[in-house]
């Protein structure tokens, strides 16, 4: 059974940091891009970051540029966001996604087929 579950958000002052996991189960974890997504209350989910299977390639929304870095461990089965200098508009549930290969690093939510449940990021000023 496909699983991914993610961890680490929380409620954060502005300029803090976090780092997000998202831990695999039940498939081959370097035979997916992977990427993070979020959804704030009233508006769409968008694409943060996403991760080339071996970890080379990434790509970022132009809004988290410079403070967000995606990274994987395949050995370990996980997924990281390490997420910088947080604004209140990063409040949103997080949540990380798998897409199989063939696949783009890409930031549209189209290809991915398995997701998490989230974690709930907030960040106040």
């Known amino acids: 059974q496909v699983q991914l579950v993610e961890s680490g958000g929380g409620s954060v002052q502005a300029g803090t940091s976090l780092r997000l996991s998202c831990v695999a189960s039940?498939?081959?974890?370097?035979?997916?891009?992977m990427g993070w997504f979020r959804q704030a209350p009233g508006k769409e989910r968008e694409g943060v970051a996403a991760?080339?299977?071996?970890?080379?390639?990434?790509d970022y929304a132009d809004s988290v540029k410079g403070r967000f870095t995606i990274s994987r461990d395949n050995a370990k089965n996980t997924l990281y966001l390490q997420m910088i200098s947080l604004k209140p508009e990063d409040t949103a549930i997080y949540y990380c996604?798998?897409?199989?290969?063939?696949?783009?690093?890409?930031?549209?939510?189209?290809?991915?087929?398995?997701w998490g449940q989230g974690t709930q990021v907030t960040v106040s000023s």
């Open positions: 996604a798998a897409d199989p290969i063939p696949c783009g690093v890409g930031l549209s939510s189209r290809g991915y087929t398995d």
């Open positions: 991760i080339s299977p071996n970890g080379f390639n990434t």
């Open positions: 039940g498939y081959t974890f370097n035979e997916y891009c």
